[in-house]
């Protein structure tokens, strides 16, 4: 999977968990296995793409959450922004 793609596909299915009407814990747990999934992925992508989709995702994602006025939502989006801003990928050994 590309870059663009990959930013596609988490934003998306970040802000479909956001507005899901789910106990925040359900909410937070769904998302870390989301977030795994998607460290994983961008891993292939090498350290300085997965880093840049990384920064845009959490740009944009952190502008949606102070754009929100519901809580959840908002509570949700920033959650994945703390994630995305502490995710190193590592070079892949040859």
Do not use: W
């Not at 956001?18 to 977030?35: K, W």
């Not at 740009?59 to 929100?68: G, I, K, N, V």
Request: aromatic share 6%; charged share 30%; net charge negative.
């Amino acid at each position: 999977m590309h870059g663009p793609e990959l930013y596609r596909k988490y934003r998306r299915l970040i802000e479909e968990l956001a507005d899901e009407r789910r106990p925040p814990e359900v909410s937070l747990t769904a998302l870390r296995a989301l977030l795994q999934e998607f460290q994983d992925t961008a891993t292939g992508l090498g350290p300085s793409n997965a880093g840049y989709v990384c920064d845009e995702l959490a740009d944009q994602l952190e502008h949606e959450a102070l754009r929100s006025t519901g809580k959840h939502r908002r509570d949700v989006l920033l959650a994945a922004v703390k994630a995305f801003d502490g995710m190193t990928f590592p070079k892949s050994k040859p």
